[in-house]
């Protein structure tokens, strides 16, 4: 077989490609591919993934792998728009949410911070199919509203952004990361559009102090410094998943001095727990709606957003088992596949039940409103058959993209 690596950045055109291409799939076997354009494993995807960054390693054959992408992408497109009975609507709908990943990073709007960020150990990390779809790379940073970089090799582009030296492009991901997004069904630019989504979602600029002090907290441990949000989730699930540092406590006393009664460790220990999860509410509300509009049905959200997801309505009676994953689907069959509607309805919901002030004033949980928006909602036909349409649609899109990128990935193979 030819080896993709052995053709140059000159000689490799699209038009090559997608002759050559065929060709290769032609001899791909379905074992290369998960089953009938299945959610692909880290089993199957990270070889060929590796495959691919290792094909077109090094700054001369990084046009022809730009190019590779670029061709995998248009293909994988054209079979979903192929597999929908509505391809207009959905070549809306990818046009829709690609929009957003020029929003991710506005740098003219950086503000001072009271804490200062630091820069977290980088420790060892499982590969982006181990952890899909959490972020590896760039994600958005609640309470600066800007990029921040995930680990060493983002450092460099997440400065330059900054800067304004650098353009917000997917060519500043990573070739593999683009790739293994691609496979999983979503757009190869998957963190910019999510990033984007998030910022636009993230409309109350209230406790933007909190949530700076949140992420610049820093838990020194085993598994290297860590933020409150990342310590959480790592223990989530296990004896120590709910525990408050008295470090952080005490910083918290000392950087928030209108908390009420803070010379009670009792009172600002609670304090500190309701305003924590009130925050958290907002914003997993926020992550929930951005990580809805972007994966494949069959895809879950991450795990710790799984309240929001399908599965946290099990064992539920009919009529109450819609979860705001279900809600989004449904609104979104209702609005023929538009994902601004869905932003703009929950902007509209974060808008007018803003967070209280302070945040340990009270809980408020925003999924709540969405509920009811959603139980008000004239919908143009039954939420079943709305859910139901729009899980045929997606699940026939993602197994048709899946299958071409997974046979191109097992392409590239040498």
Same mark, same amino acid.
């Given at each position: 077989?030819?080896?993709?690596?052995?053709?140059?950045?000159?000689?490799?055109?699209?038009?090559?490609?997608?002759?050559?291409?065929?060709?290769?799939?032609?001899? +791909?076997?379905?074992?290369?591919?998960?089953?009938?354009?299945?959610?692909?494993?880290?089993?199957?995807?990270?070889?060929?993934?590796?495959?691919?960054?290792?094909?077109?390693?090094?700054?001369?054959?990084?046009?022809?792998?730009?190019?590779?992408?670029?061709?995998?992408?248009?293909?994988?497109?054209?079979?979903?728009?192929?597999?929908?009975?509505?391809?207009?609507?959905?070549?809306?709908?990818?046009?829709?949410?690609? +929009?957003?990943?020029?929003?991710?990073?506005?740098?003219?709007?950086?503000?001072?911070?009271?804490?200062?960020?630091?820069?977290?150990?980088?420790?060892?990390?499982?590969?982006?199919?181990?952890?899909?779809?959490?972020?590896?790379?760039?994600?958005?940073?609640?309470?600066?509203?800007?990029?921040?970089?995930?680990?060493?090799?983002?450092?460099?582009?997440?400065?330059?952004?900054?800067?304004?030296?650098?353009?917000?492009?997917?060519?500043?991901?990573?070739?593999?990361?683009?790739?293994?997004?691609?496979?999983?069904?979503?757009?190869?630019?998957?963190?910019?559009?999510?990033?984007?989504?998030?910022?636009?979602?993230?409309?109350?600029?209230?406790?933007?102090? =909190?949530?700076?002090?949140?992420?610049?907290?820093?838990?020194?441990?085993?598994?290297?410094?860590?933020?409150?949000?990342?310590?959480?989730?790592? +223990?989530?699930?296990?004896?120590?998943?709910?525990?408050? =540092?008295?470090?952080?406590?005490?910083?918290?006393?000392?950087?928030?001095?209108?908390?009420?009664?803070?010379?009670?460790?009792?009172?600002?220990?609670?304090?500190?727990?309701?305003?924590?999860?009130? =925050?958290?509410?907002?914003?997993?509300?926020?992550?929930?709606?951005?990580?809805?509009?972007?994966?494949?049905?069959?895809?879950?959200?991450?795990?710790?957003?799984?309240? =929001?997801?399908?599965?946290?309505?099990?064992?539920?009676?009919?009529?109450?088992?819609?979860?705001?994953?279900?809600?989004?689907?449904?609104?979104?069959?209702?609005?023929?596949?538009?994902?601004?509607?869905?932003?703009?309805?929950?902007?509209?919901?974060?808008?007018?039940?803003?967070?209280?002030?302070?945040?340990?004033?009270?809980?408020?949980?925003?999924?709540?409103?969405?509920?009811?928006?959603?139980?008000?909602?004239?919908?143009?036909?039954? +939420?079943?058959?709305?859910?139901?349409?729009?899980?045929?649609?997606?699940?026939?899109?993602?197994?048709?993209?899946?299958?071409?990128?997974?046979?191109?990935?097992?392409?590239?193979?040498?």
């Amino acid at each position: 077989m030819v080896a993709l690596r052995s053709l140059s950045a000159q000689t490799l055109s699209l038009s090559s490609l997608s002759v050559l291409l065929a060709a290769f799939c032609a001899t +791909t076997t379905s074992a290369q591919s998960p089953a009938a354009g299945a959610p692909p494993d880290a089993a199957q995807l990270a070889p060929l993934v590796k495959q691919l960054e290792k094909s077109f390693a090094g700054t001369k054959k990084h046009e022809a792998g730009e190019a590779f992408l670029s061709d995998l992408e248009t293909r994988a497109a054209d079979a979903a728009l192929a597999a929908d009975d509505a391809p207009e609507l959905y070549r809306k709908e990818l046009a829709a949410l690609r +929009t957003f990943a020029a929003q991710a990073h506005v740098p003219a709007e950086r503000k001072p911070s009271e804490w200062k960020l630091v820069r977290k150990k980088v420790a060892k990390v499982a590969p982006p199919t181990e952890t899909w779809p959490e972020v590896e790379f760039l994600a958005y940073a609640f309470g600066t509203r800007e990029l921040a970089a995930q680990s060493e090799l983002a450092t460099k582009p997440a400065t330059a952004l900054a800067a304004g030296k650098l353009a917000l492009t997917p060519q500043i991901l990573p070739l593999g990361l683009r790739a293994a997004d691609l496979a999983r069904g979503t757009f190869p630019e998957r963190e910019l559009i999510l990033a984007g989504l998030l910022r636009s979602l993230d409309v109350d600029r209230g406790p933007e102090r =909190y949530a700076r002090f949140l992420d610049s907290w820093r838990n020194p441990g085993p598994d290297g410094e860590e933020t409150f949000y990342q310590a959480l989730d790592r +223990t989530s699930g296990t004896e120590a998943s709910v525990f408050f =540092y008295d470090i952080m406590l005490a910083e918290f006393t000392k950087g928030f001095a209108d908390v009420e009664g803070s010379k009670s460790l009792k009172v600002a220990h609670d304090h500190l727990h309701t305003a924590f999860l009130t =925050y958290r509410q907002y914003r997993g509300f926020c992550e929930a709606v951005a990580h809805a509009l972007l994966l494949p049905h069959d895809e879950p959200l991450p795990h710790r957003l799984r309240r =929001y997801d399908y599965s946290s309505t099990k064992g539920l009676p009919a009529g109450r088992d819609y979860s705001l994953r279900h809600q989004i689907d449904i609104l979104l069959e209702d609005a023929h596949g538009d994902p601004l509607a869905i932003v703009q309805l929950a902007q509209e919901i974060l808008r007018g039940h803003p967070l209280p002030d302070p945040l340990w004033s009270a809980e408020s949980d925003p999924v709540f409103y969405f509920g009811q928006r959603f139980a008000e909602k004239k919908l143009r036909a039954t +939420t079943e058959e709305l859910k139901a349409a729009r899980w045929k649609r997606s699940e026939a899109r993602a197994r048709a993209w899946r299958l071409v990128v997974m046979e191109g990935l097992a392409a590239a193979k040498a």
